[in-house]
């Protein structure tokens, strides 16, 4: 028997061939492993462009009554973005729901992506799947520490067990607050000592070289595609090099 990240049972009478997706990272490597079966996303789901799937809300709060409608054979949904009430709705009314985990690793959120794609989905290995594990392997050396903040008012930064935290650390840029007890801590003043570079993505909050930069004076700072920062799918290829471009750009302020 199949069994999601959650460990939790998931019934299918063959491979899906209409799946509506909560997760946007999902919504894109499943298209671009499978173009046409995503049958359903959220107003979230940006990528791939050329998505034409009816959308069903938001990720966090989506129209379920839209997403049963659409009848599925299955739905995606991720432990920390799409609530619990949600999913044991759509579970009630018949259909399969396959539940990732928020990955703490780079390695463990392809790894979950893939167990979706080829057990879940029943589709063979994508080869954007094997080029982004070859490309995450390893790390470079540290040569910087960032603050990653990803919302203000209040302020909200990257902290311990976080995808974006490993990417960063992948890349040779150490978190700040990766020792702090909080995934996401919620500081007043987002500065801290031994920091030399502040990491500003677009997404969820869109930080601009206008709005952010000023609350760190004399750090430098990178302006990031929050995409490339927190999605884990696809976009993972062209991350690695425009990642560490930004970064490096961004020492250089």
């Not at 004399?218 to 929050?226: C, E, S, T």
């Amino acid at each position: 028997m199949l069994v999601d990240d959650l460990g939790e049972p998931v019934t299918l009478p063959g491979s899906p061939r209409r799946v509506v997706s909560l997760v946007p990272s999902l919504t894109d490597a499943i298209e671009a492993s499978e173009p046409g079966l995503v049958a359903g996303a959220t107003d979230y789901c940006t990528h791939p462009p050329e998505l034409t799937a009816p959308r069903v809300g938001g990720s966090k709060y989506p129209n379920v009554d839209a997403v049963l409608e659409l009848r599925p054979d299955l739905v995606v949904a991720n432990a920390e973005e799409n609530r619990p009430e949600d999913v044991a709705r759509i579970r009630a009314d018949g259909i399969p729901v396959w539940v990732t985990v928020a990955a703490p690793t780079v390695p463990e959120g392809l790894g979950s992506v893939r167990r979706l794609l080829t057990q879940g989905l029943g589709l063979e290995e994508p080869p954007w799947l094997v080029d982004a594990e070859d490309l995450w392997r390893t790390a470079v050396p540290v040569w910087a520490t960032a603050v990653v903040p990803v919302w203000r008012r209040p302020w909200v930064v990257v902290g311990r067990d976080t995808f974006a935290g490993d990417v960063l650390h992948r890349l040779g840029v150490a978190n700040a607050y990766a020792d702090d007890e909080d995934r996401y801590p919620r500081p007043k003043d987002p500065n801290v000592p031994g920091a030399d570079l502040v990491v500003l993505p677009d997404e969820p909050y869109e930080f601009t070289a206008d709005d952010g930069p000023e609350s760190f004076p004399g750090l430098p700072y990178a302006l990031v595609n929050g995409r490339f920062l927190t999605w884990c799918g696809p976009s993972l290829v062209e991350a690695h090099t425009s990642l560490t471009a930004a970064l490096r750009a961004g020492t250089r302020r």
